[in-house]
């Protein structure tokens, strides 16, 4: 069963309970939805989450609640497989946890006594934010400070205003944060990014045209393509408030490195990124990049070593969502099968990029 996407964003709940978007959301076993509703099966006197892996039921066996405690009192019991039970508790601690997170200063993460003034022992709390989030509760906390000294900036105040007004204890924390969570620097975001400078080159490789894009911060896309004008329009739909141009001559290095080692030359590559992410993309392409080469990993392994054995489909989704292929190396990770499964830049790109590292050459 997955999580919840891990972003502070708020999922929008479904409208009043609208049973034909409940039912939708049901059979897309859509993740964003567990914890928003829980759905009952008459016949089997069970409920479930919406995104729970049992075999769907009829639409006229169904019906559907709000909260677990709705469905209990009506007769039904928790499905010992998705456990809806424990995903609302553990939901309904992070919200309250979240509310007095959002009005903190402090810039550091106090679990023991976060948890004690939400009645809760730090153990719980943290496994409440794994299950709820795939976050920790420190991770959460940065998230939501970005969030917030991003909103500040929206709404015109300077970034010294915004950098203290959101609890950062001095400016090179915020601009560590902001490389990482921004994408860009808090003066850059201010202005819609339209001060973000990404050049690009287009070259051949062992497995067809590439096209490299970088700051001087570090590689902002590595796309894989026939076509060079789709190839940067894709770049500029990534990238829609960036000043882009062509010219790789400042980043030739790393060009030079990611070619090597597509022609199996350079097995290690450890170049900087500088790519927009939410802090579980973030997680899922570290863990990612720690995937020797020539060795895969499953969607699900990839889950259970981000401490989210059932993220599996937000897993895949942080795959398919990677700009700098290759680098963050999403090829890596295939089914539970065996079989190769979801590439953004199609499976025979990845058959022949896992191909390439089982025999690199000297």
């Known amino acids: 069963m997955n999580g919840n996407h891990t972003t502070v964003k708020r999922v929008p709940a479904l409208a009043a309970m609208d049973p034909e978007a409940c039912w939708r959301a049901v059979l897309a076993r859509d993740p964003r939805s567990d914890g928003k509703f829980v759905l009952a099966v008459r016949s089997t006197r069970i409920y479930c989450r919406p995104s729970c892996p049992a ?23 928790p499905c010992r497989r998705c456990r809806p039970d424990e995903l609302h508790a553990a939901a309904a601690l992070v919200a309250r946890a979240a509310r007095v997170l959002e009005s ?41 400070r970005v969030k917030r000294f991003k909103r500040e900036l929206r709404q ?19 601009y560590e944060r902001s490389n990482a969570q921004l994408g860009m620097t808090p003066a850059t975001y201010q202005r819609g990014g339209k001060g973000m400078k990404i050049a690009y080159t287009i070259t051949d ?13 570090g590689v902002s896309a590595v796309y894989f393509g026939d076509e060079e004008k789709k190839l940067v329009h894709e770049l500029r739909q990534e990238y829609p408030q960036a000043e882009i141009s062509p010219g790789g001559q400042p980043f030739s290095a790393w060009v030079q490195a990611i070619v090597r080692h597509l022609e199996g030359k350079q097995p290690r590559l450890d170049l900087p990124l500088d790519v927009q992410a939410t802090a579980f993309q973030r997680r899922v ?6 995937i020797p080469y020539g060795n895969t990993r499953t969607y699900g392994q990839i889950a259970r070593a981000l401490g989210r054995p059932r993220a599996v489909r937000a897993v895949a989704r942080a795959c398919a969502t990677n ?27 990845k058959e022949k990029l896992l191909a390439r590292e089982k025999t690199p050459r000297a």
């Open 55 to 77: 075999r769907r039921p009829l639409r006229q066996n169904v019906v559907f609640y709000a909260r677990p405690e709705e469905a209990e009192r009506q007769g039904f019991r």
């Open 104 to 144: 903190s200063n402090e810039e550091s993460v106090q679990l023991g006594k976060l948890a004690a003034e939400l009645g809760a022992t730090a153990g719980t709390l943290r496994r409440a934010f794994r299950q709820s989030t795939g976050l920790t509760p420190k991770e959460f906390a940065d998230a939501l």
């Open 156 to 174: 015109g105040k300077n970034v010294a205003a915004a950098l203290y007004e959101t609890g950062y204890g001095s400016s090179s924390r915020v």
């Open 205 to 217: 490789s062992t497995i067809g045209r590439i096209l490299i894009g970088a700051t001087h911060r």
């Open 285 to 290: 392409w570290q863990e990612l990049q720690r």
């Open 323 to 349: 700009p700098v292929s290759v680098v963050v190396p999403c090829h890596r990770v295939i089914r539970g099968d065996g079989k190769l499964a979801g590439y953004r830049w199609g499976l025979e790109k």
